[in-house]
């Protein structure tokens, strides 16, 4: 009982500790000190460590008393560091379980008060080096310049809501900056406050005003330059509303599936159209089930050369799709355009050469990404497939490549041209917002699996999860995507990451050959917008389409470091901007706060981003949330797309959509005309 009353009074801190401190005796020349009467200080209670190293040495007394007296000390120490160690782990792994649940921080799994302090760092703007190294980055000249800003900070829910920085006069010792306190911490990146200390303003005050300074000069020699104007470049200065390029997609009609040219005086007039609302170029998509569709490595390109020659007659800008799945559904069911009838010959024999779910229904839009280096197509694998057809087209079309007529090729690395599974096909009964199934149940991914669970030491997770549902679930009803679910346990964390590695793996495969084919001319990869249950812990959707991006981890980066060491240009769908508020709510969806993630960290990662817009996305409202997508005002950089490829639902001669709203978008695109949605 003494030692519990002990022990509590050491760790209360108002209890008196004097008692561990030596006693201080001042000496007096007057009274000089008398060693025989002069009484012996209590020596130092030993502590931590010098309490174990006194423990080894041995009392200094053969008194038993003083022995079981520096036992209790040492017994009630480990007791105190005990508690104050079970304490701080306490409140680590509440941080951490917060952060992981509502931030999106890259915390590991087993992350210590280091790795919460570098991630906090991080996301307030300030580097972390390796070995704790943690300062903040000079800022940009232009926020040297300007002693404030208007920040607009983008939110969730979209609605935009304007942040501005109040800042006092350099003199004044008292600057104060007010921060709306609704800005999210992600945003608090965007947000810049300029130092303006009494030093920074004594090396300009000898010049006079501070851009003739020498300092002004060297700034102004180190500005950036990024690229996005015209598709070549701009700085980071760029005009409020920048050009940008806009291509059309020309109507898949025009091309038959004998690779004829189908109408060519109907395709004069679509071009026509185009011509006449300036639009800047065409994109081309070049069908593999129509150019080998009938014999292995016979490549039929004469209905592309025709079509090519009278785009030259237009002088237009040219991009092709190197498009390796299948389009469209008849009434009946068919593919419009299938892979070719070779491929699906293959595949009566060997089904696991398609994408497979879990109940085993084969998925034919596109081969799996299991076969990539299998050789079951003919004696050849799968990217040896895509890089033969990839190096006929190059070889074909050499003449327009030596023209500049072809601008860019765009590289089709999944389901609908995107890089993605097809987990939420509608041909296999999916309906939005299911969260869709995973597609890993073919052979040859179930023995990638199987290799790396073995290499993880745990044979048994060569699974894939049964409690994921299907198609149309919601989150909340399975146990594997629900708050706290089996997607953030040990199994589930390695599944995913496998699934996601799988995604990662094909589109280096794929773009390291596409690099050898295209040499010099820019590549093109287009990046799926998977926004419903993004305000879930989980990510449901995007988890089954290939992206392991819940919200303790960001699954974006390590796709665009691939997508980087190629120097590629990422083409982000603009999906979702037609959805109401009703049905956003419904599905927990955030297409805004999914854009926000992605282009920034595409940004950070110095890569180029351009467009797309969706089928659905083509009335005035969508087409101006577009225009704000591309050119954000809000961005402090004043970063924006490099060029926007518009989708049409028919061609223009239809008339489908109404030319004065087109018009009004390409327009607005151009930036001869400041559009927003206050003016639809």
Partial sequence: M?????????????????????????????????????PQPQPRRPRGFAATAAGSVGPTSPSTPTTNKGKREREREKERTKLRERLRRSITSRMLAGLRQYGNFPLPARADMNDVLAALAREA???????????????????????????????????????????????????????????????????????????????????????????????????????GNHGIGTTAFSTPNPYVPLYVTLATGFINNYCQLVDPEGLRQELTHMQSLSVDGVVVDCWWG????????????????????????????????????????SESGEALIPLPQWILEIGKENQDIFFTDREGRRNTECLSWGIDKERVLHGRTGVEVYFDFMRSFRTEFDDLFAEGLISAVEIGLGSSGELKYPSFSGRMGWRYPGVGEFQCYD????????????????????????????????????????????????????????????????????????????????IIVKVPAVYWWYKTSSHAAELTSGYYNPTNQDGYSPVFEVLKKHSVTVKFVCSGLHISSQDNDEALADPEGLSWQVLNLAWDQGLLVAGENALSCYDREGCMRIVEMVKPRNDPDHRHFSFFVYQQPAPLVQGAICFSELDFFIKCMHGEIAGDLESC
């Fill in 2 to 38: 003494n030692d519990d009353q002990s022990l509590r009074q050491d760790l209360d801190p108002q209890s008196d500790h004097s008692s561990d401190y030596l006693p201080h005796h001042p000496h007096h020349p007057s009274h000089p000190l008398q060693p025989q009467q002069q």
């Fill in 125 to 227: 703007g300030w580097v972390v080096e390796a070995d704790g190294t943690t300062y903040r980055q000079s800022p940009p000249p232009s926020q040297i310049a300007m002693g404030m800003r208007s920040v607009e900070s983008p939110v969730s829910s979209g609605v935009r809501a304007t942040k501005s920085l109040e800042c006092h006069p350099p003199h004044n010792p008292s600057s104060v900056v007010r921060i709306d306190e609704s800005l999210s911490p992600a945003s608090l990146d965007s947000v810049v406050i300029a130092e303006r200390d009494t030093t920074k303003n004594e090396k300009f005050s000898s010049g006079g005003s501070p851009i003739n300074s020498v300092e002004a000069d060297q700034l102004m020699q180190d500005l950036p330059i990024r690229p």
């Fill in 290 to 329: 129509i150019v080998e569709g009938w014999s292995p490595q016979k490549y039929v390109w004469s209905g592309y050369r025709g079509l090519f020659n009278i785009l030259r007659e237009f002088k237009f800008k040219l991009q092709v799709v190197m498009a390796f799945h299948e389009y469209g559904r």
């Fill in 443 to 522: 052979r040859y991914l179930q023995q990638s699996l199987r290799r790396a669970a073995k290499l993880r030491g745990h044979s048994f997770w060569a699974r894939g999860p049964d409690n994921a549902g299907e198609y149309n679930s919601r989150p909340h009803e399975t146990g594997f995507f629900c708050e706290r679910g089996d997607y953030d346990s040990y199994y589930g964390r390695f599944f995913l990451h496998w699934y996601a590695q799988s995604l990662i793996d094909h589109a280096d495969n794929v773009l390291s050959l596409a690099s050898l084919a295209f040499d010099e001319t820019k």
